[in-house]
Structure formats: C-alpha cells, structure tokens
C-alpha cells in the first residue's frame, strides 16, 4: 500500500503504525538500524528534528521505502 505524506507530523504516526504492524518494539528497530530507543520514540513523535540519515536507518530496518513523484494537482 502507498501513503501520501505531506509533512514529518504525518510520517512519524505511520512509521510507528507499519513498525507495530511487523510486530516490531522501538528497541528491537531501533537495534537494528543501530539506534537506541529514544532515538527511535523521538523519529517516531518527531520525525522532523531527525536527521535524514536516522530516519533513512530506521525505514531500512523495518523494510520501508521513501517513493518521490510529481505532485498530482
């Protein structure tokens, strides 16, 4: 499924909701993409004092990709 995002207040609540879709805790994603918990609770309520590389880790752990296209107006 595809999700339009259109600000990081929006990303935040669906990274939490696809990590505990795959049955995932915050530490366990965070291991993985070698972050600690807070880092990931922090990308999850605000993904926008993030940086790119954190965020980037964090998708990659949990098998999510960023797609960029033309906005349909």
Partial sequence: MNYIIKNPQQLGPLIKALRKEKGVTQ??????????????????????????????NLMHALDIEFVIRKREL
């Fill in 27 to 56: 530490a366990s994603a965070g291991s993985q993409a070698h972050l600690n918990q807070n880092a990931v609770s922090l990308i999850e309520s605000d993904p926008g004092s993030s940086s790119v590389q954190r965020l980037f």
